[in-house]
Nanobody, 120 residues
Framework: QVQLVESGGGLVQAGGSLRLSCAAS????????MGWYRQAPGKQRELVAT???????NYADSVKGRFSISRDNDKNTVYLQMNNLKPEDTAVYYC??????????????WGQGTQVTVSS
């Protein structure tokens, strides 16, 4: 069983920056993809950014150029640097880890979430 522990959320003014961290523990296999999703009140959870263990990154259009995801494979930790934050970035941010096995089997894990609030 993989546990994900997030940190780094908080309250920031528009235009400010925050850095989220997520450390995975308990994994006996390679974590293929680690990433961040977010959910604002009344909205569905949406992808923010993902990073594969091979170095490929993927971003939502709404955060491109402002957010940067990075990953330390040795530490099984993923980071999300968020710059030029906007009020619409306010949400609970969830860490996600995905492990892929043979026959198309995928195991997905979620963190408990960390609140990011951007004031105008």
């Amino acid at each position: 069983q993989v546990q994900l522990v997030e940190s780094g959320g908080g309250l920031v003014q528009a235009g400010g920056s925050l850095r989220l961290s997520c450390a995975a523990s308990g994994s006996r296999s390679v974590i293929n993809v680690m990433g961040w999703y977010r959910q604002a009140p009344g909205k569905q959870r949406e992808l923010v950014a993902t990073a594969s263990n091979g170095g490929t990154s993927n971003y939502a259009d709404s955060v491109k150029g402002r957010f940067s995801i990075s990953r330390d494979n040795d530490k099984n930790t993923v980071y999300l640097q968020m710059n030029n934050l906007k009020p619409e970035d306010t949400a609970v941010y969830y860490c996600n880890a995905e492990m892929r096995f043979l026959l198309g089997i995928v195991h997905t894990y979620w963190g408990q979430g960390t609140q990011v609030t951007v004031s105008s």
